[in-house]
């Protein structure tokens, strides 16, 4: 089998990268060692995530806020097993489309596990003991990352658990300590905080989303304490260790000695991920990692062979699922003759808690740092609940200094007063 181009890993890098140079003409294979393509993305991550967080939604608005529209709905009951099984379904459906995009696009399937059997070829290992030998020109290494579950954690995926296991549990948990007020620990425990769990986060920094702007962190750390949320901030776990039904979490203050101990029914690890190489074999392609497990990878992604690429996870930069895959539309581009271009500081994250956090370019932190002039505009976003008057007056502001902006919010709050 002789291929143009071989993409190893089907996560939104991946699979995204195969259509487009399938598209662009090049005879393309993906391999993906799971049954289902999609990688993390599309199976255990944002897809499955984003089910369970519409639907705690739903439950949290019937029993915290229809009372108020005058909607009396009696006592509710969670079926958190239907709620998984929905979950479930969104994600078959999900990745079924890519199947189908695969067969439209002429892109060659193949499951197992990739292997370098030298720089042009691979070798695909599946269950049954089968090897597969493909010879490609190029290759792109789209192969993901993993949960970091230090061993002091016991992981043991029953009752000490990452994102992945956290999304299958049915029966709703009186009590979940969450290791890191990042983004899986935010969202996750939103979800577990809405269907009435005690949920704890235990983050070693000063504050939680500490990737962005220190306002999104107040406000959100104001918004998750009102749903019930308790934070631990400048504190470490230092060991948990499980029993069948319980979990205990060691906590320690990060500048003092103080230690004490939370008991749980699950502790959900989530302290970042690791870019996924294991069983790639990359010494027979001469592809070298940097000091933190990454495929180090040029301003072309072009790892340290010249006709092997890296995207998405693992290799540096944000863990999004939309930076893989413009980073695999960037290499498909390249081979096929093109000059595409990528504008790391446009990458946008989002925070899909409520409220929503969004950002995008560098933070206010970040621009103290490196000394760079910057103006701060804020408006607050409450002002948007009266639509017609503020859609003037947002007009307006575009035109007005920034010094301005504060007398407007007080006169749109007198003006919301008013019946409009
Ligand atoms: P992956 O999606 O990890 O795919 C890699 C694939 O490679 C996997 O299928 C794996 O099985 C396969 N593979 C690995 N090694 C081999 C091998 N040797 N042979 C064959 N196959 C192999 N990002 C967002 O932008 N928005 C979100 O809302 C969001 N939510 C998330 C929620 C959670 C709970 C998690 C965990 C992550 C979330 N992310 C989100 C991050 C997003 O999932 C990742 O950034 C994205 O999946 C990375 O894509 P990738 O293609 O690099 O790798
Ligand atoms: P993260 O990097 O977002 O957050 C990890 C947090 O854990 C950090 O705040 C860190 O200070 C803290 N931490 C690390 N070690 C600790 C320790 N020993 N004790 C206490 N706290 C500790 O990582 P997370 O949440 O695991 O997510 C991984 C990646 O997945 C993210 O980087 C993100 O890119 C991606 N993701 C994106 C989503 C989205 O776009 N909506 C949703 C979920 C995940």
Not at 207 to 216: E, L, N, S, T
Not at 250 to 258: F, I, L, Y
Request: net charge neutral; aromatic share 8%.
């Amino acid at each position: 089998m002789q291929y143009d181009l071989t993409i190893i890993g089907s996560g939104p890098g991946g699979y995204v990268a195969a259509i487009r140079s399938a598209q662009l003409g090049m005879k393309t294979a993906l391999i993906e060692k799971y049954d289902t393509l999609g990688g993390t993305c599309l199976n255990v991550g944002c897809i499955p995530s984003k089910a369970l967080l519409d639907s705690s939604e739903h439950y949290h608005n019937a029993e915290v806020n229809f009372a108020a529209h005058g909607i009396n709905i009696g006592t509710l009951q969670i079926d958190l097993a239907k709620m998984i099984e929905r979950k479930n379904e969104v994600v078959s459906q999900t990745v079924g489309g890519i199947d189908f995009l695969m067969k439209k696009n002429k892109v060659d399937v193949f499951h197992g596990v990739g292997a370098f059997k030298d720089p042009h070829t691979i070798l695909v290992s599946q269950a049954e003991g089968k090897t597969q030998e493909i010879s490609t020109r190029k290759t792109i290494i789209a192969t993901g990352s993993k949960p970091i579950t230090p061993a002091a954690f016991n992981y043991d995926k029953k009752r000490v658990i990452t994102s992945t296991e956290a999304l299958n549990i049915t029966k709703v948990p009186k009590k979940m300590v969450i290791i890191g007020g990042g983004v899986i620990g935010l969202e996750l425990g939103s979800v577990y905080a809405r269907l009435g769990t005690e949920v704890t986060v235990v983050e070693f920094l000063d504050r939680i989303i500490a990737g962005m702007d220190v306002d999104c962190s107040k406000e959100l750390t104001r918004s998750l304490k009102k749903l019930g949320m308790i934070f631990h901030l400048k504190h470490m776990v230092t060991k948990v260790t499980s029993s069948k039904n319980q979990v205990k979490i060691e906590v320690q203050k990060r500048d003092s000695d103080e230690t004490f101990e939370i008991a749980a029914d699950y502790c959900l690890v989530a302290i970042g991920r690791r870019p996924y190489t294991d069983g790639l074999q990359l010494e027979n392609a001469a592809v070298k990692l940097d000091e933190k497990g990454r495929v180090i990878v040029d301003e072309h992604l072009q790892t340290t062979h010249p006709d092997i690429y890296a995207i998405g996870d693992v290799i540096r930069g944000a863990m999004l699922a939309h930076k893989a895959e413009e980073e695999g539309i960037l290499v498909a581009e390249q081979l096929a003759g093109q000059k595409p271009h990528i504008n790391y500081n446009l990458i946008p994250g989002v925070v899909y808690t409520w409220p929503e956090v969004a950002s995008v370019g560098q933070t206010e932190d970040e621009l103290k740092e490196k000394q760079i002039a910057y103006k701060v505009g804020k408006f607050p976003y409450k002002a948007l609940v009266a639509p017609g008057p503020v859609w003037i007056w947002m007009v307006w502001l575009k035109y007005w200094p920034t010094k301005q902006l504060m007398k407007c919010w007080e006169y749109i709050s007198s003006v919301r007063e008013q019946p409009i």
